[in-house]
């Protein structure tokens, strides 16, 4: 897929794009001067504002809400965009919790001296000026806010479309309050316009730092692909549950059940169960038994197939395309794989580098699939369902990296920085 | 810019990448079982397979700068392109250098116990497949090779045309070494063909995990805005010297000349020189004259002219451009800033965001200073030339990164890694 050229957006969006970026690098050069204690009364500060703008916010939301019922918009969806007054208390308690954790700023990663006395050290610093792409969830809006506030960067925030009143009214909450501290506005921008906007956004490249796409998979795709400026891709989660020969069939039972169940629509949830084949007479009807009371439309290979067949569980045939389908929802492939290799064979034609994950009593093939499997986090008898920023104990998540580069997995605030070397010296020379 | 559709690419570039990258892939796969010890042995056996074939290598070459010579090479590029026997030498040596350095991978990064249980742990592990696109100088052959090796990467090396015959030397060699040892030749790959080839690299996203382009600022331009893969973009390097009203005069002389003269073609050498007012009478003659004796062509702003013109000193007038140009050579723009601001905001206007260096004395100007500048490398009282990974007691360097994503600075084996996530419970669910 091309990216456009620049040269075909309108002029007037690459015109407001550009002077939303300087001004939010402006912004940016005063946060990296404030202390913590600076940053976290600004937080604290926005979070008053939100909860003493209440009904404001309330009311911008219900535009949005009727705007998207009037145009037909699915209940789970409209439930997603809606914030009623306990949750304009809840993301305001969010940024309470951000200030409350540690400053990434600062932080000493290594260094040392060197032999001609150089004294050298990476230090954590702020990325400058972040994008974020992102859908429905007007939380989102306030997160990443609360999150580049408290990194030191400047964020530029592209909400969907379908929450603009919503997000309209929570930035303006956020920037005054964030003048009202003496701290400038333009820390928080908002870019409205249409899907040109965001492609004058995607080619800032040197004025934009850093893009994270936040959303569904054709989100993603487009950032990916038309983006000159860097981007951390987030999400995608086709994760598997494979069910080894050594398994505690206990364990396997609750952990494929969790992983599927426990909340569906997540990236983490698990989309595809393999069970070795010593366990298909056993186990298998098992677990599909209580899949299928859980709701779950069990998508089966011809040996799953048989033994829901001989159970009398429903189920269907499983396409090829359902072991690449992050369904998102009560619908889960099931394979039988006669060992391990095929197990790790599978999971590596299938994986999306998100969460894969073992249930095993075999120290040796565990040992094999953390060393072998490629994805963001591989979990050895724990359901797929920990690969969280807040489950892993940070206290915050801007989400899941599936990419290489920078970061990978659950994303909090020191992934929002970048570093700088300081080098201080007595006149060494080379 | 606009990225070239992969449907104008020529189906048999595509078609000859996918190839190279399913091969460095399946490499890749076997890279990452191999313990330190083996990798140690192979990158041993490439260098001594390269003392043995240094016959063929140094032939091959010869044919590369008779091309050069014959197509009217200018005779630095030449020099650059030339492996005599001593070079050779130097290269392999280079692979030994390498199998002494520590193993990146399987270090843990950070990892804690969570409250239920679960044992977490962020591990280095390879990136995967990592392409390096990179002009005439044949020792990166070598280099990308050992270190994409040592941190357990499959390379696919793409070279720049004049040194064809060279790298397809050295790349033969290395490859055969490696199946002597019993591991895959396709862990170092070479992409040939023109620069479709090249797109089609570029465009191999999901195949190569990470690109890192090494050359000159077309080169790095043209990476950055066509790659839909991962980049890590390196090198431009517009760095500036400052020199404090509080310097000492003694360290900032030696520093100014250090940083322009030491080595004048590479990316950590100065190109500016900034002088506060209160020196322009006493220092700036000295430093000029020094410059100007070193044979530096000086482009002066004003006031620097000004010193330069009542000192009987060459120069020439700074155009705007001159503050925005790498010159590569003995030449530097000499500016006069009435302060520390003015200095800041130079910089700022100007950084390519590499180094940065102040000359001073006075604790809160250089507090100033490394907390304001926005650089990968921020001294006080060094050269700028020592932003480089072997300076820095890294052992190796692959580039030296002017991004923020990822690695900023030099880029050594840990910049070659990605992490993974280990996860180990006990039957744990949500």
Redesign the interface.
Known sequence: ???????TLDPADIARVSDLAARAREAS?RL??LSRADKDDALRAMADALDAETDAVVAANAEDVERGRAGGMAEGLVDRLTLDRDRVAAVADALRDIAALPDPVGEVVRG?T?ANG?Q?R?VR?P??VVGMIYEARPNVTVDAAGLGLKSGNAVILRGGSAAESTNRALVTVMRRALEEQGLPADAIGLLEGGRDAVRALLTA?GQV??IIPRGGAGLIQTV??ES?V?V?ETGVGNCHVYVDAAA?L??AL??A???KT?RPSVCNAAETLLVHASLADEFLPKVLAELSGAGVVLHTDAAAGSAAEAAGIPHVEATEEDWDTEYLALEMAVGVVPDLDAALAHV?AHSSGHTEAIVTEDRAA?RRF???V??????????T???DGG???FGAEIGIST????A??PMALPELT?????????????
């Open positions: 897929m091309a990216a456009p050229s620049v040269a050069r990296v001067l040392s060197l150089l050298i990476q610093v990325m400058g490249r730092d850093l990916v692909t000159t860097p951390i505690d206990d364990k609750a952990i059940v969790n992983a426990h590596r565990a953390t060393t072998e490629d994805a963001a986090a591989v979990m050895v008898n724990a359901s369902r920990f690969t489950e892993f104990g990419q290489k580069l920078h990978r997995g970048t570093t700088k070397w300081i080098v201080e010296g007595d006149g060494q020379v080379r």
